[in-house]
């Protein structure tokens, strides 16, 4: 199937399209959304193609079809493809409704724990983003300068600007096949993956500065509860880097960064070296992402949610 997957093909006859990522979107969620539905436009211009996303971070403004974002999921009428993108169905949120009531669906991912949720599911973990896989599955002389940017900005982030291990010798290729299309790469990876606002400074500092190091110096956790997040006045997207940051010191096998989302309820990011896997660590909680990137929802107090976490890390520690 994947081999021979067209993604026009599949469009073909449609006047409704639908694309939505995963809830609290990242880079590659975003970057993802924005290009297909670019690349789409390009060659179904009488086609409606709409965005559906909520609150995606304003550094990626800069994307061409960014203000065009549908937030708040409004009742529409049934889409005729729908496409969810670098998630599976249960972390599709407020879109959930558009993918129940498309006449077809495709699910298009590189996360390991996706087992596919639609009608045709193209999902392949050994390539670093989801923007990666569009850009493999595209025909380059039917994209434009807008469409590799945004191809270019998800895999970026999602692989540390090309240093994080699911960064492939192809992942470099197409990188440089998309910066052949002409646009600001250095100003693109300062603005997406560099660039803070004053706001997100303090809380990465605040989180740094509180932050506890365990088992040996090994491992390093931070939280920020809702007391916090209220004084500072942050939001999800304001966490964006810190768990990268923590991971970024010296000696640490295992970083994991954790915000208060309800009473005893937390949004846990892990990330790690070359001698822990954090996906099965999160795949154990419900949560999922990559070997050295990954996450997940957990109950309970901070100290029995990282007591939980320090067992499964000890496993693989020894």
Known sequence: MAECFDILKECEGAKRIGISGHIRPDGDAISSCLALRHYIMRSMPDTKVDVNLEYPPSIFSDLVGYSDIVQGFPDVEPYDVYFALDCNYDRLGGAQKYFDSAKKTINIDHHISNEGCGDINIVEPEISATAE?????MDKDKMDKDTAMALYAGMVTDTGVFQYSCTSPDTMRRAADLMEFGFDFSKLIKRVFFEKTYLQSQIMGRCMMESVRFMDERCIVSLVDSRTADFYGVKPKDYEGIVSQLNNIRGIDVAIFMY??????FKVSLRSSEKVNV????MQFGGGGHDRAAGCNMKGTFHDCVNNL??????QLG
């Open 279 to 282: 996906a099965k660590i999160a």
């Open 260 to 265: 208060q989302v309800g009473p005893q309820e």
């Open 310 to 315: 320090s067992d499964k890390i000890a496993e």
């Open 133 to 137: 896989v569009l850009c493999k599955y």
